[in-house]
């Protein structure tokens, strides 16, 4: 797919893996529009990348809803969504969860990738075109100590972006699911704050690239999973 003029959404787009895939897309030419709770930084974000930013949780239902709206007034399509905020909190064994943190990653890892899967799944049928980018995780693929909340949420994730290929294959609509390794981002910092890149880590540009590379197959195909591993991070 040619990716010039192309409308999409990265949710979670002001840090990380979805900054960057947000300044790659611009960078192709399509028209991006980034979100994130938090208004200053996806202002800062969005300013800097020269992309519309909307604050807006994918956790909240009226702000999917106000999400999709504006992009309609404004763009009268859609063709990508990036289902990528996400985070991980709660990291405890079993004995000990809290079930609040359990909540609170579902709603926005699982409920709230729903909710714009499907407000996106709704255009995309009526254009009978579209992409679906859900970014999972190598917990996506595998449970590890500690990880109940945050990995099956990712399971979860990857379970929908299955049942997402079989529903809307026969409209034209491509879902993709990527699981990347760890990337040095924010992620995991709690304080918003991005880790400086390491030599042999996995910086957001591996998943940025991988993701356009996707994008731009001709709309006869996708690849409807992929996993990014560090070569040797250890
Ligand atoms: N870094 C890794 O090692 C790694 C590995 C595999 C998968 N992933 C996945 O990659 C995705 C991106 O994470 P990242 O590593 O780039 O972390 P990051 O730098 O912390 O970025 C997360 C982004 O999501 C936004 N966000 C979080 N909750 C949101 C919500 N409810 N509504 C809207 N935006 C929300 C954050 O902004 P606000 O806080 O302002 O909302 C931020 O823009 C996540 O789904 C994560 O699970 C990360």
Not at 22 to 29: D, F, N
Not at 46 to 69: H, I, M, T, W, Y
Not at 190 to 208: H, T
Request: with cysteine.
């Amino acid at each position: 797919m040619e990716l010039k003029g192309k409308v999409a959404i990265v949710t979670g787009g002001s840090s990380g893996i979805g900054k960057e895939l947000a300044a790659q897309l611009a960078g192709e030419g399509a028209l991006v529009t980034i979100t994130g709770r938090n208004e200053e930084k996806v202002k800062q974000a969005a300013e800097q990348l020269g992309v519309n930013g909307l604050r807006s949780d994918v956790s909240k239902p009226e702000d999917v809803q106000q999400l999709f709206s504006t992009i309609l007034e404004q763009h009268g399509k859609l063709d990508i969504l990036v289902n990528n905020a996400g985070f991980g909190a709660g990291w405890a064994e079993l004995g000990e969860l809290n079930f609040d943190d359990m909540v609170n990653v579902y709603q926005t890892n699982v409920f709230g990738a729903a909710m714009a899967g499907q407000e996106a799944a709704k255009i995309f049928k009526q254009q009978r075109s579209g992409n679906i980018v859900n970014i999972g995780s190598t917990a996506s693929l595998k449970g590890y100590a500690k990880g109940s909340i945050y990995a099956s949420s990712k399971f979860a994730l990857r379970g929908l972006s299955q049942c997402w290929q079989a529903d809307l294959r026969p409209y034209n609509v491509r879902v993709m699911h990527i699981n990347p390794s760890e990337v040095t981002t924010a992620f995991g910092t709690g304080n918003g704050v991005s880790r400086p890149e390491v030599e042999n880590k996995l910086r957001p540009k591996e998943i940025a690239d991988q993701i356009i590379a996707q994008l731009k197959m001709d709309d006869r195909g996708f690849v409807p999973e992929v996993t990014i591993w560090a070569t040797n991070p250890w």
